[in-house]
């Protein structure tokens, strides 16, 4: 039951760090323009409102400061939306990633302008390795994994949190 739970895991845990969005933009009339401009001036607006989008080397600092069993577990509610009803949730997640071997690396972080931000990813588990993306969002003055992906983490791995009830 153990290496099955670990198994079950792995793969929600590389499933859930691949999950990606795509949107396009195929140009638009004179009334879209309008508009995307006068979207465009309340996006700035939004972003003076929430910290610079962190760098790389700070998501990844963030990222294994979650995965570090050193660091108590009420220190790391920060790092994910809504963590707060479940502080035990990063923890449990982090030890799944250890005991099935895996090791995310941030690739590339995109400002989506509007207090959310989409990090590329690497997941690598054993000699298997996937691209994904995972978001982050703006809260409390403090960029967060989304409560979305942090739940979505949370169900495939057949865990129960209140954060994501």
Do not use: H
């Not at 859930?16 to 700035?44: F, Q, Y």
């Amino acid at each position: 039951m153990k290496l099955r739970k670990i198994t079950v895991a792995t793969v929600a845990l590389a499933t859930a760090l691949t999950m990606s969005a795509c949107s396009s933009d195929d140009g638009g009339s004179s009334t879209e323009t309008t508009a995307k401009t006068t979207t465009a001036t309340t996006t700035t607006e939004v972003a003076a409102n929430y910290p610079p989008v962190p760098t790389v080397e700070e998501l990844q600092g963030m990222l294994d400061r979650a995965f570090d069993e050193t660091i108590p577990a009420e220190e790391k509610t920060n790092l994910v939306q809504g963590a707060e009803a479940d502080p035990t949730l990063i923890p449990q997640v982090a030890a799944a990633a250890k005991q099935a071997g895996a090791q995310v690396t941030i690739i590339d972080i995109n400002d989506n302008e509007d207090g959310t931000a989409t990090a590329g990813i690497e997941n690598t588990i054993g000699d298997q390795v996937a691209s994904g993306i995972v978001n982050f969002v703006a809260e409390d003055g403090v960029w967060k994994l989304s409560k979305n992906d942090a739940c979505n983490i949370v169900n495939l791995a057949q865990l129960q949190s209140p954060a994501c009830a």
